[in-house]
């Protein structure tokens, strides 16, 4: 049975870096965009970063370019957030997310993911 399953989340001190893997046993992540979001407490659920299943290009939201790196793993049907310099604000649930097969859509809409993981806590502390 499909499933994503993030793993990677902890406790971690500001300006530590993490990364997070986000795997599925029965879907190839590689013909699926696969988003990362995050959702912290009060808060509502946020795009962090998303790669494509065209050509594996990436974005990002502008807050975070230049901290998270995405990228895939096809061998290993993996997909990964690397997080950089860590701030207490990025304290959150993060998510990974797969859209339907070869969909073409805006990588940041929450809508165009229909399937979801079950989340992993990161908590940054200062």
């Known amino acids: 049975q499909a499933q994503l399953v993030e793993s990677g989340g902890g406790s971690v001190q500001a300006g530590d870096s993490q990364t997070l893997s986000c795997v599925d046993s029965?879907?190839?992540?590689?013909?699926?965009?696969v988003g990362w979001f995050r959702q912290s407490t009060g808060k509502e659920r946020e795009f962090v970063a998303a790669?494509?299943?065209?050509?594996?290009?990436?974005r990002y939201a502008d807050s975070l370019k230049g901290r998270f790196t995405i990228s895939r793993d096809n061998a290993k049907n993996a997909v990964y957030l690397r997080m950089n310099n860590l701030k207490p604000e990025d304290t959150a649930v993060y998510y990974c997310?797969?859209?339907?097969?070869?969909?073409?859509?805006?990588?940041?809409?929450?809508?165009?993911?229909?399937?979801w993981g079950q989340g992993t806590q990161v908590t940054v502390s200062s």
């Open positions: 029965g879907r190839t992540l590689s013909q699926h965009t």
């Open positions: 997310a797969a859209t339907v097969p070869f969909a073409r859509g805006q990588p940041s809409r929450i809508n165009d993911y229909p399937h």
């Open positions: 790669i494509f299943w065209q050509d594996d290009d990436t």
